[in-house]
Nanobody
Framework: QVQLVESGGGLVQAGGSLRLSCVAS????????MGWFRQAPGKEREFVAA????????DYADSVKGRFTISRDNAKNTVYLQMNSLKPQDTSVYYC??????????????????WGQGTQVTVSS
C-alpha cells in the first residue's frame, strides 16, 4: 500500500531552520506531484508548498515564500521542505501529500490522493 512518512520535525527557536523529509513507498514516485500542508491547533489545514513531477516547477504560500524551499529527489522517492527563518506562527503539524493530477493547481487538499501522518514543528519565541 501507499505510505508517506514524514520526519525532521522538532522544537526550534525563532530564526532557526529545520528540514522536513517525506519518503514515499508503494507508488511510482515520478508519477506524482508532491505537496506540503500544515495545520495549527484550532485551524484548518493550509497549503504550504508544492512541486511538480520533474521538480522543475514549484509553488509556495505567500506566508512562506522566500523562507521555505521545496525539493525532491526522485531517485530516493523523497520530497523535502527546507524551512529557514522560522517564526512562532509556523508552529503546526506538517503533512506531505501526493497528487496524480496533471493540471490541478495543487493548492487544495482535494488535489491530493495520499497523505502522510504528519510531523510536529514547534517554533519558540
Amino acid at each position: 500500500q501507499v505510505q508517506l512518512v514524514e520526519s525532521g520535525g522538532g522544537l526550534v527557536q525563532a530564526g532557526g531552520s529545520l528540514r522536513l523529509s517525506c519518503v514515499a513507498s508503494g507508488l511510482t514516485f515520478t508519477g506524482y506531484a508532491m505537496g506540503w500542508f500544515r495545520q495549527a491547533p484550532g485551524k484548518e489545514r493550509e497549503f504550504v508548498a508544492a512541486i511538480r513531477r520533474s521538480g522543475g516547477s514549484t509553488d509556495y504560500a505567500d506566508s512562506v515564500k522566500g523562507r521555505f524551499t521545496i525539493s525532491r529527489d526522485n531517485a530516493k522517492n523523497t520530497v523535502y521542505l527546507q524551512m529557514n527563518s522560522l517564526k512562532p506562527q509556523d508552529t503546526s503539524v506538517y503533512y506531505c501529500a501526493a497528487s496524480q493530477a496533471w493540471s490541478a493547481g495543487l493548492r487544495r487538499e482535494y488535489d491530493y490522493d495520499y497523505w502522510g501522518q504528519g510531523t510536529q514543528v514547534t517554533v519558540s519565541s
